[in-house]
């Protein structure tokens, strides 16, 4: 079957860095989505990435490791306006979005 | 409209009725998807539609119809709800069916 695994939750301190992971298992690979979602509203589109690699967006990045079925999401400086869920998609051979269950970050002060 | 509107934001249902949830999309994008999102899962593809006048089943068809008349709209239909339907149902929208998704900001259901 497909699957997509990611922690559950994860805490980490104001200005630091948090690298969240995502490992998938699935029929074919047509890119890896990152989105953000904070509680009560919808998911918003953060990164996409085809090839392997590191893709840099401001604060943010994520890095693609094909071989491997990897990827992560790094936030640096983290704010207090980065808590939220991270959710990682990947989209099968099928072009459909294999969803996981998303990654709850908590920042403290 | 600006971006993909859902309508009604929240809604307390009796078990048995029909309801319908609305989408609008007013970004011209050809695909459009209803998802549902429960605690401790993935969003889960409901139906699904490539461009207007077609339709397609997801992860999780089972007791939803859509439609898609025309670009803009993709309703979701419940002929006869349950509770094991109760759920955020969000809509989103892309460009094609490869691209970013687009989602609106999501409609609370409750079956009782």
């Known amino acids: 079957g497909q699957n997509i695994d990611q922690p559950t939750e994860m805490t980490a301190t104001e200005g630091a860095i948090v690298q969240i992971n995502c490992t998938y298992q699935?029929?074919?690979?047509?890119?890896l989505f990152w989105y953000q979602q904070h509680a009560g509203e919808a998911p918003t589109f953060l990164s996409y990435?085809?090839l392997d690699g590191l893709e840099e967006k401001g604060r943010f990045s994520s890095f693609l490791s094909r071989s491997k079925g990897y990827s992560y999401l790094l936030l640096k400086e983290l704010q207090m306006k980065d808590s939220a869920s991270y959710l990682c998609a990947v989209r099968d051979s099928n072009y459909q979005l294999i969803w996981g269950a998303g990654t709850k970050l908590i920042i403290k002060p | 409209i600006a971006g993909i509107t859902q309508a009604p934001t929240s809604q307390i249902l009796a078990a048995g009725r029909r309801m319908t949830l609305r989408c609008t999309q007013d970004m011209r994008h050809n695909a459009m998807y209803w998802y549902r999102q429960d605690l401790g899962l993935g969003l889960r593809l409901i139906h699904y539609?490539?461009?207007?006048?077609?339709?397609g089943k997801g992860e999780v068809p089972d007791g939803y119809s859509v439609s898609r008349a025309n670009t803009d709209d993709f309703p979701l239909t419940l002929a006869s709800a349950v509770p094991s339907q109760t759920s955020v149902y969000f809509c989103?929208?892309?460009?094609?069916?490869?691209?970013?998704?687009?989602f609106g900001e999501g409609s609370r259901l409750t079956v009782l």
């Open positions: 989103a929208s892309s460009t094609t069916s490869t691209g970013e998704l687009f």
């Open positions: 990435n085809v």
């Open positions: 699935t029929s074919g690979f047509n890119g």
């Open positions: 539609s490539n461009t207007a006048g077609t339709t």
